[in-house]
C-alpha cells in the first residue's frame, strides 16, 4: 500500500476496462467471478444516457438506462471488482521488463494491465439543424427497434443523412404507415428506390430542413427551407457513429470499414490485432443495442479471463522448465507459489491474506468500539480494512461503511462475514491500494486501526487525503500499536517504531484553526491470540481529530 519516494510504484491489474456501460460492466462482471483483479475506469457519460428508457431488454424493458448501470456496478462489488470515476489519458505498451500495457489517467497514478479492454462507445453526430439535437433520445431517435413501440402508429419522418437513411426510411415504415421521408441531403434518389418507398405510402420531400420545431417541450414538426411546415411527432436520423477509440490510435490497430463508418476490426470473441487489446459494445459496433453490447462484453471477459489463464500456464512451464525469465502472478495463485521476483504492496499483502490463514480474529478492535460509540453513525470510511472484523461492527451499529484494503482476499473474508451477519447492504468493499485509490463521496467519520504495513507505506500522505473527504464536523480517528507484539494479531507487523498519538499529530500537520483535538492518549488492552495460545497487555495509541471547516 505505497509508492516508493523516489519511484512511483504503479498498479498492476489482471485487466482494465475502459468505460462503465453495459459493455464495460459486463465484461468486468465476467472477468471477477474469474477472480480476476479489474478495474473499471467510467467517464460516466453512456451513449443513451439521453433516454429515459431502454427497450429490447430481455426482464428489464422499461428500465432506465441510468438504473441498470447502477445495479450492475453494485453486482460488480460483490466480486471485489473496483469501479472509478475517472478519464484515461492514454494506453502505451509496457516497459521492456513488464508484460501488459501501461494506462495512463487524468487524476490517478498509472498502471499496468495484462489486457484492456475497450468499452468506450460513440457519440452519435447529428445534422447542425437548430431544434434537433434538443429532442435527442426524446422525440428525435436514431433506432426503431429501441423506440418504434412508443411512437408507433404517428406521424414520423426520417431526415436523410446518409446512404444508410434509405435504409432507415423502409425499416421505420414497418411502425407507422404515416412516414415523411426527407430526402433534401441525399440529392436526387434513383428512381427504382423512389418507386419502392411510394410503393408502401412513403412520401418523399427534397425541400431542405430549416428547423425542427417544439413548443411547451414536445415536438411539433419540421420548418423547411420555404417557411412550409410539416407537422410530425418523431424524427429519425441515421447519426455520423463516432467511436471513441483515439486511446489506442496509435497503435495502428486493424479496422474495418461498414456502412456507418471506420470502426475497430474484432474477432467474433472482441479480440483486436493486438495481443492484449478488446473491444466491446458500440466502439466496435455501432449497431449494437444494449443486449448486444452485454453480450459482447461478457463473451470479451472470458475470453480476456481464458488469454490470462494460457499465458499463466505458458509462464509456469517456463518457471518449471527453469527459464528464470518467467515472472508472474495471477491474482489467484496461492501465497507460496509463482511470487514476482519484485515483491509489490499488493503482491505481499495478497500473498499474507490468501495463504489460508486467517489473520484477524473477527472481532472489533476494543480501542476503536470504545470512541466510535461516542460518536452519532453516519458515513464512515475505514482505511486498510483487513477482513473486516471492524467494518461489521460499524454497520452492526448503524453506519454506512466503504471499507478499503488492499487485498481482493481480506475484503472477500469481510463480505463473507458481513453476510454472515446480516449486514451486506451497508458495506461497500474495495479491493485497491489507497495510495492511488479516490473516492468522491464524503464522511462523517474516517478510521484507521492499527493501519501499519511489513513493505513501505506513504501512510500519512494516505491519511491526509482521506482526511479531506471528511464533512466539517466530521472526525479522524487514529488507534495504532505504541510498543509491544501483536502475536500474529492485527496487521501482523511484529515489532516497529510506530508514532505515538502526539507524534502522530505532529506528522499530519493539520491547521490548528481548521482542526480539534478530541482526544490523545495511550490506552493499555489485554490481547489473545487468534488461536488463544498466548497473551500480553499491549498499548494502544488513540487520536481522534474532529475537523471543524
Given amino acids: 500500500m505505497r509508492e516508493n519516494p523516489t519511484t512511483p510504484l504503479t498498479d498492476r491489474w489482471d485487466a482494465i476496462v475502459i468505460g462503465g456501460g453495459a459493455a464495460g460492466l459486463s465484461a468486468a462482471l465476467m472477468l471477477g467471478r474469474a477472480r480476476r483483479r479489474v478495474l473499471v475506469v467510467d467517464?460516466?457519460?453512456?451513449?443513451?444516457?439521453?433516454?429515459?428508457?431502454?427497450?429490447?431488454?430481455?426482464?428489464?424493458?422499461?428500465?432506465?438506462p441510468a438504473e441498470l448501470l447502477r445495479r450492475g456496478r453494485h453486482e460488480l462489488s460483490a466480486y471485489h471488482v473496483t469501479v472509478?470515476?475517472?478519464?484515461?489519458?492514454?494506453?502505451?505498451?509496457?516497459?521492456d521488463d513488464e508484460a501488459g500495457l501501461t494506462v495512463r489517467f487524468a487524476d490517478a497514478a498509472p498502471a499496468v494491465a495484462r489486457a484492456l479492454i475497450l468499452a468506450t462507445g460513440m457519440t452519435d453526430g447529428l445534422p447542425e439543424i437548430p431544434g434537433l439535437r434538443d429532442r435527442w433520445g426524446t422525440?428525435?431517435?436514431?433506432?426503431?427497434?429501441?423506440?418504434?413501440?412508443?411512437?408507433?402508429?404517428?406521424?414520423?419522418?426520417?431526415?436523410?443523412?446518409?446512404?444508410m437513411s434509405l435504409h432507415q426510411a423502409q425499416l421505420v415504415r414497418q411502425w407507422s404507415a404515416d412516414l415523411v421521408f426527407f430526402t433534401a441531403a441525399l440529392g436526387e434518389i434513383d428512381p427504382p428506390v423512389a418507386s419502392r418507398l411510394a410503393s408502401r405510402g412513403v412520401?418523399?420531400?427534397?425541400?431542405?430542413?430549416?428547423?425542427?420545431?417544439?413548443?411547451?417541450?414536445?415536438?411539433?414538426?419540421?420548418?423547411?427551407?420555404?417557411?412550409?411546415?410539416?407537422?410530425?411527432?418523431?424524427?429519425?436520423?441515421?447519426?455520423?457513429a463516432q467511436p471513441h477509440d483515439d486511446l489506442v490510435a496509435h497503435f495502428d490497430l486493424e479496422r474495418a470499414s461498414t456502412p456507418m463508418g471506420s470502426f475497430l476490426a474484432t474477432d467474433i470473441v472482441g479480440q483486436t490485432s493486438h495481443p492484449r487489446i478488446w473491444a466491446a459494445g458500440n466502439v466496435s459496433d455501432p449497431s449494437a443495442t444494449v443486449p448486444v453490447a452485454m453480450a459482447?462484453?461478457?463473451?470479451?471477459?472470458?475470453?480476456?479471463?481464458?488469454?490470462?489463464?494460457?499465458?499463466?500456464?505458458?509462464?509456469?512451464?517456463?518457471?518449471?522448465?527453469?527459464?528464470?525469465?518467467a515472472d508472474y502472478t495471477t491474482s489467484a495463485d496461492s501465497p507460496a507459489e509463482h511470487a514476482t521476483s519484485v515483491d509489490s504492496p499488493a503482491d505481499h499483502w495478497e500473498r499474507r491474506h490468501s495463504g489460508g490463514e486467517i489473520r484477524w480474529s473477527g472481532n472489533v478492535n476494543e480501542s476503536t468500539a470504545a470512541v466510535v460509540r461516542t460518536l452519532e453513525a453516519g458515513d464512515v470510511l475505514e482505511l486498510g480494512c483487513g477482513e473486516g472484523g471492524d467494518a461489521v461492527w460499524l454497520a452492526e451499529h448503524g453506519w454506512q461503511v466503504?471499507?478499503?484494503?488492499?487485498?481482493?482476499?481480506?475484503?472477500?473474508r469481510g463480505a463473507d462475514a458481513a453476510s454472515a451477519r446480516g449486514v451486506s447492504s451497508s458495506i461497500e468493499w474495495v479491493a485497491h491500494d489507497l495510495t492511488t485509490w479516490h473516492t468522491d463521496?464524503?464522511?462523517?467519520?474516517?478510521?484507521?486501526?492499527f493501519f501499519h504495513s511489513e513493505v513501505e507505506l506513504q501512510r500519512i500522505d494516505i491519511l491526509r487525503r482521506a482526511a479531506d473527504r471528511l464533512r466539517p464536523g466530521g472526525h479522524l480517528l487514529l488507534v495504532t500499536h505504541v510498543h509491544g507484539r501483536s502475536h500474529g494479531h492485527g496487521n501482523g507487523h511484529g515489532v516497529h517504531a510506530l508514532p505515538t498519538p502526539a507524534e502522530e499529530l505532529e506528522q499530519l500537520a493539520f491547521d490548528p484553526a481548521a482542526w480539534e483535538v478530541v482526544m490523545q492518549e495511550i490506552r493499555p488492552r489485554e490481547i489473545t491470540s487468534p488461536d488463544g495460545t498466548q497473551t500480553a497487555t499491549i498499548k494502544d495509541g488513540v487520536l481522534l481529530l474532529r475537523r471543524l471547516t
Avoid at 139 to 163: D, F, Q
Avoid at 235 to 240: E, K, M
Avoid at 308 to 320: K, P
Wanted: proline fraction near 3%.
Fill in 43 to 64: 467517464a460516466g457519460e453512456p451513449r443513451n444516457r439521453f433516454a429515459a428508457h431502454m427497450h429490447g431488454v430481455l426482464g428489464d424493458d422499461g428500465t432506465d
Fill in 84 to 95: 472509478r470515476r475517472g478519464v484515461v489519458t492514454s494506453v502505451e505498451e509496457g516497459d
Fill in 139 to 163: 422525440s428525435v431517435l436514431h433506432c426503431p427497434y429501441c423506440h418504434g413501440w412508443e411512437v408507433r402508429g404517428r406521424r414520423l419522418a426520417v431526415l436523410g443523412t446518409s446512404e
Fill in 203 to 240: 412520401t418523399l420531400i427534397d425541400t431542405p430542413v430549416r428547423e425542427v420545431v417544439s413548443r411547451d417541450g414536445e415536438l411539433r414538426g419540421v420548418r423547411l427551407a420555404d417557411g412550409s411546415m410539416v407537422e410530425v411527432d418523431a424524427i429519425f436520423v441515421a447519426s455520423q
Fill in 296 to 325: 459482447a462484453g461478457a463473451r470479451a471477459g472470458g475470453m480476456v479471463n481464458m488469454a490470462l489463464v494460457t499465458e499463466d500456464f505458458d509462464a509456469a512451464e517456463r518457471a518449471a522448465a527453469g527459464d528464470s525469465s
Fill in 402 to 412: 466503504t471499507a478499503v484494503d488492499i487485498s481482493p482476499t481480506a475484503t472477500a
Fill in 441 to 449: 463521496k464524503q464522511f462523517d467519520l474516517v478510521t484507521a486501526s
